[in-house]
């Protein structure tokens, strides 16, 4: 069972250059996130999705851009990278439809670093 | 709005040793609550949750009360192993409301010694 993968895994980039991360899930979930995660800062959520074709801003979302064009996949992208950047990101799914009352699934998170 | 309060770490404990991790929120409405645990170099994984008041959660030796008078979810396990260490997160979700969110705590590392 693959449940929730992000790639890449790490990456290095410089300021003012562009990725995109991709999660992938194959549970059919309906929800999906991206949280980044600082130290003493907990996770953040920066975008999510409740559904194939939508997104929503989450707590920290400036300086990203997301799209669900199909359910399983949602994208995190960074257009101009800068060292504020420099983070674990995480993404997770659940199926959602009436709240969050049951487990949210993690991807194993990906470590970018902006120079 | 909705929030999670925990306490801060690092908590250094030596194996057998009984644990608390105090966790606080602060929500409209009746969330459901979660801790979360982070092995290191992993994600997070659902340790246990309560979906009412007064319930109890438990895995894996630990457990936490949903506590609406005190508004509050700590985790406790009666004797810590080092295979324990870790990163745990306390998180609340808006269950009647239409965020569909998850809000974390700041998360409490856990370190165990032999």
């Known amino acids: 069972n693959a449940g929730v993968t992000q790639t890449p895994k790490f990456r290095v980039l410089k300021t003012g250059q562009s990725m995109t991360l991709l999660c992938a899930q194959d549970m059919n979930h309906e929800y999906m996130y991206w949280y980044r995660q600082d130290p003493g800062m907990g996770l953040r959520l920066i975008h999510y999705s409740v559904g194939e074709g939508t997104t929503a801003k989450g707590e920290v979302p400036d300086g990203y851009n997301v799209s669900r064009l199909k359910k399983q996949n949602f994208l995190l992208g960074l257009e101009s990278a800068a060292p504020s950047q420099t983070s674990v990101y995480f993404c997770a799914s659940i199926m959602g439809q009436g709240g969050i009352t049951g487990e949210l699934f993690f991807g194993e998170g990906s470590r970018l670093t902006v120079l | 709005g909705n929030s999670v309060t925990q306490m801060e770490g690092p908590v250094t404990l030596s194996e057998e040793a009984f644990l608390t991790i105090n966790c606080t929120y602060t929500?409209?409405?009746?969330?459901?609550l979660f801790w979360y645990v982070q092995y290191p170099g992993e994600g997070l994984q659902l340790l246990l949750k309560a979906t009412k008041a007064d319930d109890k959660g438990s895995n894996k030796g630990f457990e936490a009360t949903y506590r609406k008078e005190t508004t509050s979810f700590h985790l406790e396990k009666g004797s810590v192993q080092v295979s324990d260490s870790a990163v745990y997160f306390c998180?609340?979700?808006?269950?009647?409301?239409?965020?569909?969110?998850?809000?974390f705590g700041t998360g409490t590392l856990l370190a165990v010694q032999p």
């Open positions: 929500a409209t409405g009746y969330p459901s």
């Open positions: 998180a609340l979700s808006d269950r009647g409301g239409a965020t569909n969110k998850l809000i």
